[in-house]
């Protein structure tokens, strides 16, 4: 009778200790939870926005008939996420008309997201929708970049033609040109948007951003083709920003 209470007494435990370990490997489990979306934007389709350990996975469809060539979104009032695709060194780049866009950004464990805004989106004719403040925000990034990689092909189609083996003197032509003035940035800035409102050399904190972008870009990218010993290397540079500012 005791050995038999025994076997009931351990078959008690190791069902309770199943039961448990089931709970601990269920509550491990990753829980999704939608997110509500506040869409700014006409030509974006929300099709799905989750939270869950991962992040914020958002999937929105193009339903213009027009490339998306950047857009920004909000999980929260202290974060804003910008997908820029204008600068991508590839020729097919944006979000196309009708294709849908997927992606999980990672977030702070603090951050728990209960509703994504979409704030603005820009087209590949420059056309925008949404916030028309978020959409200048990325226009005056992509313009302090788009300085910067004017001035490099500048430099480089200069040393290029030179023919000159001497790498250190174009790294030094480009380290002056990268730091120019703000008047030279402003002068720039009048050629390249003449129509542009109140172009003073109170720069937007965007487009000083743009501009710091622009220069560690161009230094990181000629640092690279000098590892490497090949003015081939600098060429496919040159010719990629020239196909990066065919866009802008």
Same mark, same amino acid.
Do not use: W
């Given at each position: ?89 590839? #020729?097919?780049?944006?979000?196309? !008309?009708?294709?849908?866009? %997927?992606?999980?950004? +990672? &977030?702070?464990?603090?951050? =728990? ?81 003449? #129509?542009?409102?109140?172009?003073? !050399?109170?720069?937007?904190? %965007?487009?000083?951003? +743009? &501009?710091?972008?622009?220069? =560690? ?32």
């Amino acid at each position: 009778m005791r050995s038999l209470l025994a076997i009931i007494s351990s078959l008690f435990v190791l069902s309770l200790f199943g039961i448990s370990a089931l709970t601990v490997k269920t509550s491990k489990a990753p829980q999704k939870a939608v997110v509500r979306t506040l869409n700014r934007t006409d030509s974006f389709f929300v099709i799905k926005a989750t939270r869950d350990l991962d992040g914020l996975s958002i999937t929105l469809k193009n339903d213009s008939a027009k490339t998306i060539t950047a857009f920004s979104i909000s999980p929260a009032k202290e974060l804003t996420i910008i997908e820029e695709f204008v600068f991508a060194e590839t #020729a097919d780049m944006g979000v196309k !008309p009708h294709q849908e866009f %997927s992606k999980t950004y +990672g &977030l702070p464990d603090s951050l =728990q997201p209960q509703l994504v805004e979409i704030n603005t989106l820009i087209f590949d004719d420059g056309t925008v929708e949404g916030d028309l403040s978020a959409a200048r925000r990325i226009e005056d990034s992509r313009l302090g970049q788009q300085i910067q990689m004017r001035r490099a092909v500048k430099e480089l189609q200069t040393y290029l033609k030179d023919r000159s083996p001497d790498i250190s003197q174009l790294k030094s032509n480009l380290m002056k040109a990268l730091n120019a003035s703000d008047n030279d940035t402003l002068s720039t800035i009048l050629e390249l948007k003449p #129509a542009r409102e109140n172009a003073t !050399p109170q720069f937007s904190d %965007s487009l000083r951003e +743009g &501009l710091e972008n622009g220069r =560690q870009n161009v230094l990181r990218n000629v640092s690279q083709a000098e590892s490497t010993g090949l003015a081939d290397d600098l060429l496919r540079l040159k010719a990629t920003y020239e196909r990066i500012l065919s866009r802008l």
